[in-house]
């Protein structure tokens, strides 16, 4: 065996989404979803931002570079406790999403909203599945 190769593991995902505004970026992820902003960069302060953002160990980087993503992805989050969740987004009433919440056929219920940039965040949650003697 290959003990290099033994030592070889995936440590997480981390997705680039594509904005163009800061502000609607802001206010979309870090007051409305409840994400925290971790860091942020610019290589002069003219130039395009890249940032990560974080929320219960999920984290995303938020790029106005245009070589580094585009727009329009679709992220799926596993989360605990989604019909909470969408209702507290609801209560914030935000102004350009109020979210609902679906049960999918294949066995989850899922909470999908687009950002301002026209990328897709699903947060979904699997639903227990009974077993049947």
Same mark, same amino acid.
Not at 4 to 20: K, N, S
Not at 91 to 117: H, N, V
């Given at each position: 065996?290959?003990?290099?190769?033994? /030592?070889?593991?995936?440590?997480?995902?981390? @997705?680039?989404l594509r %904005? &163009?505004?800061e502000?609607?970026?802001?206010e &979309?992820?870090?007051?409305?979803?409840?994400?925290?902003?971790? =860091?942020?960069?610019?290589?002069?302060?003219?130039? @395009?931002?890249?940032?990560? %953002?974080?929320?219960d160990?999920? /984290?995303?980087?938020?790029?106005?570079?245009?070589?580094?993503?585009? @727009?329009?992805?679709?992220?799926?989050?596993?989360?605990?406790?989604?019909?909470?969740?969408?209702?507290?987004?609801?209560?914030?009433?935000?102004?350009?999403?109020?979210?609902?919440?679906? /049960?999918?056929? =294949?066995?989850?219920?899922?909470?999908?909203?687009?950002? @301002?940039?026209?990328n897709? %965040?699903?947060?979904?949650?699997?639903e227990?599945?009974?077993?049947?003697?």
């Amino acid at each position: 065996m290959n003990k290099e190769a033994d /030592r070889v593991g995936l440590q997480g995902l981390v @997705p680039i989404l594509r %904005i &163009f505004d800061e502000r609607k970026a802001k206010e &979309f992820y870090l007051d409305f979803l409840g994400f925290k902003m971790d =860091w942020e960069h610019r290589f002069e302060p003219d130039l @395009p931002l890249y940032m990560q %953002i974080s929320k219960d160990g999920v /984290r995303l980087h938020l790029s106005e570079h245009h070589g580094d993503c585009c @727009p329009g992805a679709a992220v799926r989050i596993e989360i605990k406790g989604i019909e909470g969740f969408q209702q507290h987004l609801v209560q914030k009433r935000y102004s350009y999403a109020r979210p609902g919440l679906e /049960r999918m056929p =294949w066995g989850s219920r899922e909470c999908s909203i687009t950002d @301002p940039f026209g990328n897709r %965040i699903v947060f979904y949650e699997e639903e227990e599945v009974s077993g049947s003697n």
